[in-house]
């Protein structure tokens, strides 16, 4: 079975840093390309970073640029997100998501973080 | 950035009747490779999102045939065709035809 399993949110101070985690199982994970999608409580889905499966290719939003890092490690089957500098608008539910040749179609249930003082 | 404005915002339904959600796109999705990466998405309540067509009317694998989706260049369509109770959600489109990725701001399905 496809499983996208993420990790590693929780409530962090503004200024603070977090790394989430993305597990994936039942594919392989090195054949695709693979995204973080965050969505802020009662609102719409935003995408914040993608990633090819080599690493060549990687894409960020601007709301996050400069202080998000997306990265891989396909010997682990793990996709990871970096975030440094948080504030307050980066509280979302951020999922991740397997790119099959430019759609999403596979979706963690994703993990909350939470930025408050 | 390329913009999705989706409309309506809410969309009652009555059950066994269809239902119609328009996507826009401030530019053509084509990409130079001659696909249009042109997704619609299904989110139930409190869970997350679901693909139901890809690359505007293909659809994915295990989605029910009532579910369709049309279009081309900048303007595209998903309908359902008797809507469901199973069915009520928000549903968004998205395009990844062009970093950064965007979605539309999302449809609201309800039973009238």
């Known amino acids: 079975e496809v499983q996208l399993v993420e990790s590693g949110g929780g409530l962090v101070q503004p200024g603070r840093s977090l790394r989430l985690t993305c597990a994936a199982s039942g594919f392989t994970f090195n054949d695709y390309a693979m995204h973080w999608v965050r969505q802020a409580p009662g609102k719409g889905l935003e995408w914040v970073s993608g990633i090819s499966w080599k690493s060549a290719n990687i894409g960020y939003a601007d709301s996050v640029k400069g202080r998000f890092t997306i990265s891989r490690d396909n010997a682990k089957n793990s996709l990871y997100l970096q975030m440094n500098s948080l504030r307050a608008e980066d509280t979302a539910l951020y999922y991740c998501?397997?790119?099959?040749?430019?759609?999403?179609?596979?979706w963690g249930r994703g993990t909350m973080v939470t930025v408050s003082s | 950035d390329i913009v999705m404005t989706q409309t309506p915002l809410s969309s009652p339904v009555t059950l066994g009747q269809p239902a119609s959600i328009s996507c826009r796109s401030s530019q053509s999705l084509v990409h130079s490779d001659g696909n249009t990466y042109l997704s619609w998405l299904q989110q139930r309540p409190g869970q997350p999102p679901r693909l139901l067509i890809y690359k505007i009317s293909n659809r994915f694998s295990g989605v029910p045939d009532r579910f369709s989706g049309s279009g081309a260049g900048t303007d595209f369509t998903l309908k359902i065709s008797r809507v469901e109770a199973e069915d009520v959600g928000v549903y968004y489109c998205?395009?990844?035809?062009?970093?950064?990725?965007?979605f539309g701001g999302g449809t609201k399905v309800e039973i009238k």
């Open positions: 998501a397997k790119d099959l040749s430019g759609t999403f179609d596979t």
């Open positions: 998205m395009q990844v035809t062009q970093y950064p990725l965007t």
